[in-house]
T-cell receptor, first 114, second 113 residues
Framework: AQSVTQLDSQVPVFEEAPVELRCNYS??????LFWYVQYPNQGLQLLLK??????LVKGINGFEAEFNKSQTSFHLRKPSVHISDTAEYFC????????????FGKGTKLSVKP | EPEVTQTPSHQVTQMGQEVILRCVPI?????FYWYRQILGQKVEFLVS????????KSEIFDDQFSVERPDGSNFTLKIRSTKLEDSAMYFC???????????FGSGTRLTVV
């Protein structure tokens, strides 16, 4: 069975500092990987996704993630965060079926302080 | 940009009552989903729907739950007899191509009292 582990439940960081949110997955088959962001009192918004091809994926709002098959990781990075990046970030893996049902990690709360 | 619309944004209901959560998926999408997020926990898959039938459901999606696409535009989730533990944020999502990612609505917060 597939699973997703987000190692950090909370990440505090100062504005303009770099950030990395970690995600590891387990799967015995090819996977599709996603990062979603949830701003306070809002729904889930897709940040970026890895389906195939280049292992470095660029998303919205200056975020990027790198797929590392040997380490089964898909860490999310941003070189310089803003206050507005304060949100909860969810890593998810698709189970590979045609329906694309997602298995989510527990989420990482990013708090950006001035 | 096209959106998935969910109504209501917040619903309070008494234990044992039936609730219907409504969703309007993006118009050209073919795959539809419901997920839920209990406060402080991870987002969990409930059910996927394609070609007018359930294609997959999780253990959570028991006989108390049902889904329907009554008129070609709405996609509803019904909980027949709500329990306290059904309190959660319920997200609807739709996708054009299934596995390649989809668009979530902003959710309905269901509170069972």
């Amino acid at each position: 069975a597939q699973s997703v582990t987000q190692l950090d439940s909370q990440v505090p960081v100062f504005e303009e500092a770099p950030v990395e949110l970690r995600c590891n997955y387990s799967s015995s088959v090819s996977v599709y990987l996603f990062w979603y962001v949830q701003y306070p009192n809002q729904g889930l918004q897709l940040l970026l996704k890895y389906l195939s091809g280049s292992t470095l994926v660029k998303g919205i709002n200056g975020f990027e993630a790198e797929f590392n098959k040997s380490q089964t990781s898909f860490h999310l990075r941003k070189p310089s965060v803003h206050i507005s990046d304060t949100a909860e970030y969810f890593c998810a893996v698709s189970d590979g079926g045609s329906q694309g049902n997602l298995i989510f990690g527990k989420g990482t709360k990013l708090s950006v302080k001035p | 940009e096209p959106e998935v619309t969910q109504t209501p944004s917040h619903q309070v209901t008494q234990m044992g009552q039936e609730v219907i959560l409504r969703c309007v998926p993006i118009s050209n999408h073919l795959y539809f989903y419901w997920y839920r997020q209990i406060l402080g926990q991870k987002v969990e898959f409930l059910v996927s729907f394609y070609n007018n039938e359930i294609s997959e459901k999780s253990e959570i999606f028991d006989d108390q739950f049902s889904v329907e696409r009554p008129d070609g535009s709405n996609f509803t989730l019904k909980i027949r007899s709500t329990k306290l533990e059904d309190s959660a944020m319920y997200f609807c999502a739709s996708s054009e191509q299934g596995r390649f990612g989809y668009t979530f609505g902003s959710g309905t917060r269901l509170t069972v009292v």
